[in-house]
């Protein structure tokens, strides 16, 4: 029997990545990984779903886009990948998922279980022929990318890196427009573009449009406000100047 029951919020979550192989398969693969943190959908049909460990993620949703086509997303502290291959499903043309794999250490010292890294993340590749990229290094060392991305999702890792400040300073950089322009693919002259995109934000401080600029430094617009786009802004550097 599972350590972990699948409750309706887990399928509620993993329902959005419908997976739906040959039963037999969807087994197979399932008992292949001996510890899962997310929870995929193999075979609804066959209610066939990997036991993760990770619990009620339903808050995560309304902050996920719907249509991320052509667009490039990095998933940081992907684990299993279930955000990444989300993303991919999605339409996202490129996606990265970066992990530095410590939750090894966790799971050793907590279940006792013994995993090498990546397991379930391979499993899932497999299944679905991702394109999917998967680098093994620490959020903190983002760099080592050398990549822009359109979307950074950054579930459930901030409070679990030695240095939070360092790494909201990796993600946090305000670009102008026409930066914003290019960034997403479009030519610099395709500022009225950019800024009608983050107009119609409606996730603003998952995907922080807050951060973009007029090119002479000006706040610009901000669907919000832009007594929030100014609060928010002073409130980012105050929190990394208090470090």
């Given at each position: 029997?599972?350590?972990?029951?699948?409750?309706?919020?887990?399928?509620e979550?993993?329902?959005?990545?419908?997976?739906d192989?040959?039963?037999?398969l969807?087994v197979?693969v399932r008992?292949?990984?001996p510890f899962?943190?997310?929870?995929?959908?193999?075979n609804?049909?066959?209610?066939?779903?990997t036991?993760g460990?990770?619990?009620?993620?339903?808050y995560?949703?309304?902050?996920?886009?719907?249509?991320?086509?052509g667009q490039?997303v990095?998933?940081?502290?992907?684990f299993?990948?279930f955000?990444?291959?989300?993303?991919?499903?999605?339409?996202?043309s490129?996606?990265?998922?970066?992990?530095n794999?410590?939750?090894?250490?966790?799971?050793?010292?907590?279940?006792?279980?013994?995993?090498?890294?990546?397991?379930?993340?391979?499993?899932?590749h497999g299944?679905?022929?991702?394109?999917?990229?998967?680098?093994?290094?620490?959020?903190?060392?983002?760099?080592?990318?050398?990549?822009?991305?359109?979307?950074?999702?950054?579930?459930?890792?901030?409070h679990?890196v030695?240095?939070?400040?360092?790494?909201?300073r990796t993600?946090?950089?305000?670009?102008?427009?026409?930066e914003f322009?290019r960034?997403?693919g479009?030519?610099?002259t395709?500022?009225?573009?950019?800024a009608?995109?983050?107009?119609?934000?409606?996730?603003?401080?998952?995907?922080?449009c807050?951060?973009v600029?007029?090119a002479d430094g000006s706040?610009?617009g901000?669907?919000?406000g832009?007594?929030i786009?100014?609060?928010?802004?002073?409130h980012?550097?105050?929190i990394?100047?208090?470090?």
């Amino acid at each position: 029997m599972s350590r972990f029951a699948i409750t309706d919020a887990e399928r509620e979550v993993a329902d959005l990545l419908p997976i739906d192989v040959d039963p037999d398969l969807a087994v197979s693969v399932r008992d292949s990984v001996p510890f899962w943190f997310h929870t995929f959908a193999l075979n609804r049909a066959h209610a066939i779903y990997t036991p993760g460990a990770a619990r009620n993620h339903r808050y995560r949703i309304p902050a996920l886009p719907m249509a991320l086509d052509g667009q490039s997303v990095l998933d940081v502290g992907a684990f299993d990948g279930f955000y990444a291959f989300l993303g991919e499903r999605r339409g996202a043309s490129r996606v990265v998922a970066v992990d530095n794999e410590q939750y090894r250490e966790w799971v050793a010292a907590r279940w006792g279980i013994e995993l090498s890294g990546g397991e379930g993340f391979r499993a899932i590749h497999g299944l679905l022929s991702s394109k999917v990229d998967y680098r093994r290094i620490d959020a903190l060392d983002l760099g080592l990318l050398d990549e822009r991305f359109d979307v950074i999702l950054c579930f459930g890792i901030l409070h679990r890196v030695e240095d939070p400040a360092r790494l909201l300073r990796t993600l946090r950089e305000p670009v102008t427009y026409t930066e914003f322009a290019r960034l997403t693919g479009k030519p610099p002259t395709a500022v009225r573009a950019a800024a009608q995109g983050c107009a119609r934000n409606q996730v603003a401080l998952f995907v922080p449009c807050h951060r973009v600029l007029r090119a002479d430094g000006s706040l610009g617009g901000y669907r919000w406000g832009l007594h929030i786009k100014e609060y928010l802004l002073k409130h980012e550097r105050e929190i990394l100047l208090d470090r």
